[in-house]
């Protein structure tokens, strides 16, 4: 193939995975930080850190044993005082991109 096809499309995937993550940060910052933010008393992070007692971060944004099946159990159906998210709030779309944003690597 052509050198600047190639680079071309190495582009567009590159601009394509980071728009994904910036959706995903965008639904993260909109649903699920006033929960779930590193900092301030956080209920959704404070009883993660009941939880888990230090084995893994209390911030979901700082976990990296996630995986997206996980992220999307817990979104679609709930637990605890976290509410299950309708599609009408977080569109399929939006939680493959939440669960991308959240099990990316740092
Ligand atoms: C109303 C506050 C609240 C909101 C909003 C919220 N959560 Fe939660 N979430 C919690 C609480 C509290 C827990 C811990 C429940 C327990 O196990 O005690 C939790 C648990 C979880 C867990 C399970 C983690 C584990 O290891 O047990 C995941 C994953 C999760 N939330 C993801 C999300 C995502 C993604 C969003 C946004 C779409 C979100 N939450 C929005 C409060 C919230």
């Known amino acids: 193939m052509n050198r600047s096809i190639i680079i071309t499309l190495t582009t567009i995937f590159t601009v394509c995975a980071h728009a994904d993550s910036e959706t995903g940060k965008a639904v993260f910052d909109e649903w699920c930080a006033t929960c779930h933010a590193a900092e301030g008393m956080m209920p959704g992070t404070i009883a993660l850190e009941a939880k888990?007692?230090?084995?893994?971060?209390?911030?979901?944004?700082?976990?990296?044993?996630?995986?997206p099946e996980f992220i999307r159990h817990f979104v679609?159906?709930?637990?605890?005082?976290?509410?299950?998210?309708?599609?009408?709030e977080i569109s399929d779309k939006e939680l493959d991109a939440l669960a991308a944003y959240l099990t990316a690597p740092e």
């Open 52 to 67: 888990y007692q230090d084995s893994v971060p209390a911030a979901l944004e700082e976990r990296t044993d996630m995986t």
């Open 76 to 88: 679609r159906k709930g637990v605890s005082v976290m509410a299950p998210f309708r599609k009408t």
